[in-house]
């Protein structure tokens, strides 16, 4: 091993050491409420999925099935009076990406509901350890000992196969005294590799996680990465979430117009079936910085929403009720300065992206 590489490990292992500075104590974390999940426990073999095994054999591309493991949008509720929280947690992919940070994708973020007891604060991130499967860390430290309500978020890109948090041993973890966010009619997201959370600098930055904050109300996280592609099973495990508040249909970056002719309205009409008076919202394309320059890339994205757009039309006309539209324009402003490749969102475009759906979907979401 280089002498470089071999000093930082020291370093990083001496830096771990003295942060913490004393012993913790860990508590499982599939005891504490789990939010963001969309399928029942016993649908899967590993606790922290977003699919169904039974979807394997259903679906064209399997990668589809490997990015249901990724966590986007899980995060789990729990309360404590420790001064100090750590995290323990075992990555399934470690996934490293030329366009995201490891926080971003595989690591940790934590966040406290403030006195008034519905404002989200953010407390501190749990950086992922790069050289393995495993990371121990400290993510906040000498604080206060007083009774705070936690919400943990776990990774965008990621999947986690155990996960411990860690406190002061004279300390316990409790089960959360405050129902916020609200779990009864959840907001579901269906989408892409942006709805997923690229390229968040971190977990609490993607929209949907965003939205979860300021809504406090439980959101689903269906975004896949490449693979938002109307998989008709994919469909089906959102008609089987129990009573939804709302359904986000963002899946256009990903699919073709000739997807969206043959696969829109059914992929529309198994959620309809299943959930008659859910409000449901189809969003465009953004108008993505690179398209001002590619002109290919330009007339792809106004050729598919133009597509969009005569999909919804016809689901109007055939007498469709409590579905809305919005235009891609502006959604992330109109400076190119919300992205960190002309198509993945910084978290500056999450942030715009969240002010514009906030208002829409406070407004029409069931309540």
């Keep these: 091993m280089p002498k470089s590489l071999l000093t ?7 830096l771990q050491f003295r942060l913490t500075g004393q012993e913790l104590k ?15 426990d016993s649908a899967s073999e590993r606790y922290y999925m977003r699919l169904p095994d039974s979807i394997q054999g259903k679906i064209e591309r399997p990668y589809l099935y490997t990015l249901g493991s990724n966590t986007a949008g899980m995060a789990i509720r729990f309360r404590t009076a420790s001064p100090i929280i750590g995290a323990k947690w075992k990555s399934v992919y470690q996934t490293l990406m030329n366009h995201q940070t490891p926080v971003g994708s595989r690591g940790l973020d934590l966040y406290t509901l403030e006195d ?42 990621d999947g986690v196969d155990s996960l411990y948090i860690g406190i002061n041993s004279e300390y316990t973890v409790e089960q959360p005294a405050i129902d916020l966010p609200k779990r009864e009619k959840p907001i579901i997201f ?33 975004g896949f990465s490449g693979m938002g592609q109307l ?16 359904v986000v249909l963002d899946m256009v970056p990903n699919v073709s117009v000739a997807q969206m ?20 919202l189809f969003i465009e394309d953004p108008e993505f910085p690179h398209c001002r320059f590619d002109k290919a890339a330009r007339n ?30 502006n959604v992330i402003g109109n400076d190119a300065e919300a992205t960190v490749d002309g198509l993945h969102f910084t978290d500056l475009g999450f942030m715009r992206f969240s002010e514009i759906l906030y208002p829409i979907i406070n407004k029409h979401a069931l309540k």
């Design 116 to 157: 008034d007891s519905k404002t989200w604060t953010f407390v501190n991130t749990a950086r992922p350890n790069l050289w393995n499967a495993v990371t121990e860390t400290v993510i906040i430290n000498n604080m206060e000992p007083k009774m705070r309500e936690y919400m943990l978020y776990l990774p965008l890109y």
């Design 300 to 329: 792809d994205v106004d050729t598919k929403n133009a597509c969009l757009k005569k999909h919804f039309e016809y689901l109007k006309k055939s007498g469709e009720k409590n579905i809305y539209y919005l235009d891609g324009k």
């Design 8 to 14: 930082i490990l020291i370093v990083f292992c001496t």
């Design 261 to 280: 002719d043959t696969l829109l309205v059914s992929f529309y009409n198994i959620i309809r079936t299943a959930h008659p008076d859910v409000p449901m």
């Design 231 to 246: 998989d008709l099973p994919v469909a089906h495990v959102i008609a089987n979430i129990t009573n939804p508040g709302m």
């Design 26 to 40: 860990y508590y499982e974390a599939t005891q504490y409420p789990l939010l963001g999940k969309p399928i029942d």
């Design 190 to 222: 269906y989408g892409t590799s942006i709805l997923q959370g690229g390229c968040a600098n971190r977990p609490g930055m993607a929209h949907t996680n965003i939205l979860e904050r300021w809504l406090n109300r439980e959101t689903i996280n269906l």
